[in-house]
């Protein structure tokens, strides 16, 4: 017995399963993606120094404001080459500084003082004498804290974990 069939028809069908795999595949991972960006941006922020309660803590943090403006984002690709962009920022000036480090200076500020109540205050005018306080660290670099490093590690295991059987997936879902 002998069977025949158009290759041509077959390999056109098979194209355009192809095609429609392609466009399943770079939905799901572009959702991925997005996924994995607030997992990075949750682990960035779980890496950051930081105060719930307003108390001073061992990095001298006071408040929690570098904590909350961590923002990571995906930006989907304007071309079939590029896939995206994936941004892990921080909106305070001074991040850059915990992050890496810095160097620190004792210096005079004047009109600053430690009140009764043992809290750092501001004040122009006390008894007509000049006042102030020097201000500084007991070293002169503060170490930086990695905020980033974890948070990508984050993301690319997250990315991994969401997208490892997607091939797969796609091929049984465009299936004839």
């Not at 989907?76 to 941004?87: C, D, E, L, Q």
């Not at 004792?106 to 201000?135: C, E, Q």
Request: aromatic share 10%.
């Amino acid at each position: 017995m002998r069977q025949a069939f158009n290759l041509g028809s077959k390999l056109r069908a098979f194209g355009l399963d192809i095609s429609r795999m392609h466009k399943d595949m770079l939905a799901q991972l572009r959702k991925n993606a997005d996924v994995a960006c607030i997992a990075m941006t949750d682990a960035a922020k779980q890496a950051t120094p930081h105060s719930g309660d307003g108390k001073r803590r061992g990095f001298n943090v006071i408040s929690d404001s570098l904590q909350k403006s961590w923002v990571g984002r995906f930006t989907h690709g304007s071309t079939r080459k590029v896939f995206g962009r994936i941004i892990l920022e921080n909106s305070r000036p001074y991040a850059i500084f915990v992050q890496k480090g810095h160097k620190v200076k004792k210096h005079f500020v004047p009109w600053l003082y430690i009140d009764s109540g043992g809290n750092l205050s501001r004040a122009t005018h006390r008894g007509g004498k000049m006042f102030g306080l020097f201000v500084g660290t007991k070293t002169p670099y503060v170490k930086g804290v990695d905020m980033i490093t974890p948070a990508i590690n984050v993301f690319n295991s997250a990315f991994y974990d969401l997208s490892k059987d997607i091939v797969k997936d796609s091929m049984e879902k465009n299936a004839r």
